[in-house]
C-alpha cells in the first residue's frame, strides 16, 4: 500500500498545483479586466517615487538618472512627484558620483543619508544601516515623509521603465478605493536573446497570467517589490519591509493576515528585466527568489492555514502562488522513489499502480503546461508557437532543481542569512554552489537515465513513456548548465 499511498499524495499535490494554474490560463485567455478609471482629484497630493539601487553598474545609473531629470518636470493635476534614489552602496565605490558630480546641486548630510538635491529630485547615499533592499526603501520612505508630507510611494527597481501616467491612476484609485492598501500592475521582460526571451516567458508568465487570475478570481493580490504604489499609511502600521531576502512576498502576507487588500492591473505595462541576461546572476536570483518565497510559506503557512481573515480558496492562493513552481519537481521525486523501489527490489503487489502512475505523469505534465504557459506567449507575441512553448516546459524542469534544493536546504539547514553584496568571493561562492548543485543533479539523473534504458529495452511503451522524464531531465539540465560554461568562456 506504500507506494500507492505515495503516489496518491504525489497526484493530489500536482492536480492542486495544476487546477489553480490551468484555472488562471483559462480566465486570462477568456477575461480581460477593465479596471475603473477615477477622475482628476480636487486637491494635488504629494507622492514618492523611490528607487533603491546597490552595486549597479555605470550605464544602468547614468541612464536611470539622466530618465529621472527628464522627467522631474512633468506635472499634473491633482500629483506632485518627488523623486528618490536610495543607494546603498558604499560612498566611495558608487560609480553614480562620477555622474553627479557633473550636475548642478546642493550637497548635505540629513540623519542616515548624503544627500545630493536636485529640487523634486533627492539622490541618497545610506550610511549606515542593514545593507539590503527592504530597509534602505524603509528609510527612504521615512525621508519622504518627513521631508515632502507623502501620502503615497511608488517603488521601482533601477531597470523598469518608470510610466507617471500610471502612478497617477493608481493614486486615483486609491484615494476612492479605502479598501486598498496598494496598486501594482505588469512587468514585462525585454528578451537578450532566444534564450532570455524563453526565460522571460517562463518568468514573466507570473505576471501575465498567475498574478492578473489570482487577483479577480481569488481576491489575492502581490505587491512585487517593483512597478506599484503603496499607501503609506498602511505601508507604515506593519513596519515597511522587514530584512528578507523576498521582503515583498513576506510583506504581502502579513498585510493579507490581517486584512488589508490590494489590486493588481495586468494591461498597465512597465519594460525591463525581470531576470538579468546574465544566467549566473540569473540563477543566483532565481535561488534567492526560490528560498525567499519558500522561507514565506513556512514561517506562515500556520497563520494562513487558521486565519480567519481569508477564506479556504483564498487560504489555497495564497500558498500556491509561493510553491506553484513544484509541479516540475515532482516528475524528480517520482524518478527517485521509482529507482529506489527497482534499486532494492521492494515491489509490492501495489506497484502497478504506482509505476503507470510514473509512466504516464510526465507527458501530462508537459502537455498541460503548455496549456499553461499558452495564454502568457500569446499575450506577448500576438501568436502561438508549439517549440518555444516546449522549451519554456523544459526549462522550468531544469530551474525546479533550484526550488528543490532551497526547500531541503530551508528544512533542513533553517533560516540563513542573505546580504547583498559587492565582495567578490561571495560573488564566486554563489555561482559555484549553483553551478555545483546543476553539475550533481545532472551526474545523478544521468546514469540513471542509462540503467533505466537498459533495463527496459524490450519494453517499449516503457522505454518511450518513463524515459521521457529522464530524457526532460537530462536535456534540462544540459541545457542550464551549458547556458553557465559558455557566459563564463565570454568572460
Known sequence: MIFSFIAFLLFLTLAVILFFDLRYSLFSLLKNVKIKEYPSLDKKINVAVIIPVKNEKFEVLKKRINNIMEIKNIEFKDVNFYFII??????????????????????YYYKNFLVYDFGNFHYLFRLKGIKMKGPAVNDAVLYAKERFNIKYFALYDVEWTITLEYIVKA???????????????????????????ILGIYVDHFFETTLYGKTYLDGI??????????????????????????????????????????????????????LPGNINVSLKTYLRWAYGTIDVVLTYFKEILFSKKLNLMQKLSLIHMFTHFYSFAIAFFLILINYIILAFRIVTPDYFYFEQFFLWITPIIVLLLILVYLPTYY??????????????????????????????????????????????????????????IYSIMFFLILPLFIIYLISNVKYPGKLILGGLSYFIWVVSLLWILVKQIEHEARI
Open 221 to 274: 493580490s502581490m505587491a512585487h517589490g517593483s512597478c506599484g504604489v503603496f499607501r503609506l499609511k498602511d505601508f507604515l502600521e506593519f513596519g515597511g519591509f522587514k530584512p528578507h531576502i523576498t521582503e515583498d512576498a513576506e510583506l504581502t502576507v502579513r498585510m493579507y493576515l490581517n486584512g488589508k487588500r490590494g489590486l493588481y492591473i495586468r494591461d498597465w505595462i512597465e519594460y525591463g528585466q525581470n
Open 379 to 436: 499575450r506577448i507575441y500576438g501568436k502561438i508557437n508549439i517549440t518555444d512553448l516546449l522549451k519554456v516546459v523544459i526549462l522550468g524542469w531544469g530551474l525546479s532543481v533550484i526550488h528543490i534544493y532551497a526547500l531541503l536546504k530551508r528544512i533542513f539547514i533553517g533560516k540563513e542569512e542573505w546580504v547583498v553584496t559587492k565582495k567578490i568571493r561571495e560573488k564566486e561562492r554563489v555561482r559555484q554552489e549553483i553551478f555545483t
Open 171 to 197: 493614486v486615483r484609485i486609491l484615494e476612492n478605493r479605502k479598501d486598498l492598501s496598494f496598486v501594482f500592475w505588469n512587468r514585462r521582460t525585454i528578451p537578450w536573446d532566444g534564450f532570455h526571451k
Open 86 to 107: 536610495v543607494d546603498d552602496t558604499d560612498f566611495k565605490k558608487s560609480e553614480s558620483r562620477k555622474i553627479l558630480d557633473k550636475i548642478p546641486a546642493k550637497i
